[in-house]
């Protein structure tokens, strides 16, 4: 048997990025190949440059300040024959783009225009790379809407991107990028802040399309977990450079690279114990002046007697502050809560209908602790989040935080009050303004709230926050644009701490991050948790941190709370289906999943299943 061509080959990327800083190699000789019908996952924390390796093969950074320094990507394409993408002429880089080679990006709503319906941007492409009528575009979109599974294809072809979930956009992208059956499907982090079971249902769909079409995929992730059961190989990179890889069994099982070891440790796992210290890349790597990798040894990344009676210690006194938080009055006291979005139709704005987003939620939370909030994307969790700060305005029912009751308070008395009682936020960049810096982003509440005599004890205060959650003084003049999301997310809790809450409300703030940046996220909650005594409401879509992070945990559905309990009670003993389903769609990566996804994959590609 002949051995089969790679469907791309590229060698030696270089990619590079030129500013009045100076020269910065985003991709540093990057080789690798694909064949059809394989999935290859890029892995790899923000900033390695791997989103970066996809857009180079798509020719998507050929403008200054980007472009590509050296290297060939080798195509075998239908029209062109073997081609090298980098010297392609671009009349014809743009006949292979879209139709040989498509993307899925990362995040929909800024790849869908939102001026036009997502029908019409889905037959836009059939329309350019194929000779069919408008009413062929239409019908071919509607069945593509169809087989990526959603709900009402025809109704979805003429909504627009913001009339739709965060999930049906990631389906749409999908359907407009196999809309011309590529060769080449580039998945750019595509379950980035969907929850577990969309996520699930994404990962199954792309799986699907690519066994049906022999499409050959390149998933990129910064979540190793999530490509255990879906990739043939991994490769790792590395600030530009792909330091380890192989098959993906040989990666979870007998990882070579320190950095490979560090990323596969940091992610929560349901084994994990509550509130315990995640591991980070760091505690299995540092670099020298050189930027050489240095391993750490073993016996360093295992906790010191010193750390274990240290942790002990530790959760003694949490025990002990939550038995006596237990004897005092709930912090906050929700009593049948509602919250429902009238749906207006006809000329006049007559409301037809309601959305019961909110339906009748009741639930007490005690001072110190943590109680974890999950559910599907849709089913209230952020909403009944935003509804405790009056942030939206509750329908019925009462709030009462601090023993009083939040929904009746004046405006003012409503401002006075949120002093004690914070939120971080999901996009932490958009919660940032990007006019001012860091410094005034965190001193500008302690101004609304007259808090310290002047601006220079509020600056001091500032320093030392920034300090507390991981940054540098000098960060101080900086503005959001010059920090990763990681950081981002750290000057967000600085901020939700700089008027000393007692209670802070965390709506998916580890959603988008790495896994060893949520690790050090989640590390710093905690540690924050204990120094301060703060009491939590931590939103999640992700069950395995709710599981890490939560004393109790609510799970909602359809605008109520369906199950509650401890975490070992939710996971060992789920009561109902749909908690169930939660922890079925949790990407485990344990050895057992991925010799049976391995195995399937085989009979798949033998037609045997």
Request: contains cysteine.
């Amino acid at each position: 048997m002949t051995t089969p061509k790679p469907i791309l080959k590229v060698t030696n990327l270089e990619t590079v990025f030129s500013t009045h800083r100076g020269t910065t190699k985003a991709v540093d000789k990057v080789s690798f190949e694909i064949y059809p019908g394989e999935t290859v996952a890029i892995v790899g924390e923000s900033g390695s440059g791997k989103s970066v390796t996809s857009l180079s093969v798509m020719r998507l950074i050929n403008t200054p300040p980007g472009r590509i320094a050296g290297g060939t990507a080798i195509f075998q394409s239908e029209k062109f024959g073997e081609v090298d993408l980098f010297s392609l002429p671009e009349n014809q880089m743009q006949q292979i783009r879209g139709n040989d080679i498509s993307m899925i990006f990362q995040e929909p709503m800024s790849s869908l225009n939102p001026v036009y319906t997502c029908g019409k941007q889905v037959a836009e492409v059939l329309l350019l790379h194929r000779e069919i009528s408008e009413k062929e575009a239409r019908e071919r979109t509607v069945a593509l809407f169809e087989k990526a599974k959603l709900p009402r294809p025809e109704k979805i072809f003429d909504a627009y991107p913001h009339e739709i979930s965060g999930g049906q956009k990631q389906r749409v992208m999908i359907a407009m990028a196999m809309a011309c059956e590529p060769s080449i499907l580039i998945a750019d982090e595509p379950t980035t802040a969907l929850d577990v079971t969309v996520q699930a249902r994404m990962l199954q769909l792309i799986d699907e399309l690519r066994v049906k079409e022999n499409t050959a995929v390149l998933f990129i992730t910064h979540d190793l977990g999530v490509v255990a059961e879906i990739a043939d190989r991994i490769l790792v990179m590395y600030k530009g450079k792909l330091v380890e890889q192989g098959k993906v069994l040989d990666i979870f099982t007998n990882p070579q690279h320190p950095y490979t070891k560090g990323l596969l440790a940091c992610r929560p796992k349901l084994s994990a114990k509550p509130q315990s210290i995640l591991p980070t890349v760091s505690d299995f790597m540092l670099e020298d002046e050189n930027g050489n990798i240095i391993e750490r040894k073993k016996e360093v990344v295992e906790p010191s007697l010193v750390d274990v009676v240290n942790s002990y210690v530790g959760t003694v006194t949490d025990i002990k502050h939550q038995q006596d938080n237990k004897q005092k009055p709930p912090l906050l006291k929700v009593d049948n809560l509602k919250v429902y979005f009238p749906i207006k139709k006809g000329f006049f704005g007559r409301t037809t209908d309601y959305v019961k987003a909110v339906d009748g939620v009741s639930f007490t939370v005690n001072p110190g602790e943590t109680i974890g909030l999950v559910g599907e994307s849709g089913c209230g969790k952020t909403t009944l989040g935003r509804a405790l700060l009056r942030l939206v305005e509750p329908t019925e029912g009462s709030i009462i935080f601090n023993g009083r009751d939040i929904a009746q308070l004046s405006s003012e008395e409503l401002r006075k009050s949120r002093r004690d009682f914070q939120m971080i936020f999901q996009d932490p960049y958009a919660s940032l303004n990007p006019m001012h810096t860091v410094g005034d982003a965190i001193m500008e509440p302690m101004r609304v709230h007259k808090l310290y005599a002047n601006d220079k004890e509020r600056k001091a205060k500032t320093m030392e926050l920034l300090e507390k959650v991981g940054l540098t003084a000098e960060h101080f003049q900086r503005y959001p644009h010059e920090f990763s999301g990681g950081q981002r997310q750290r000057i967000s809790i600085a901020r939700a701490l700089a008027l000393q809450p007692k209670c802070i409300i965390c709506d998916e703030s580890v959603s988008a991050l790495d896994v060893s940046v949520q690790a050090q996220v989640l590390n710093l909650l905690n540690k924050l948790k204990q120094e301060f005594q703060m009491t939590y409401i931590f939103i999640t879509h992700d069950l395995s941190v709710a599981k890490y992070m939560s004393d109790r945990i609510l799970v909602m559905s359809k605008g109520q709370i369906v199950e509650s309990g401890t975490p070992q009670q939710l996971y060992l003993n789920p009561q109902q289906e749909y908690t169930r389903t939660l922890i079925n769609a949790i990407p485990k990566g344990e050895v057992e999943d991925i010799l049976q996804a391995q195995e399937k994959r085989e009979l798949m590609k033998a037609g045997r299943l």
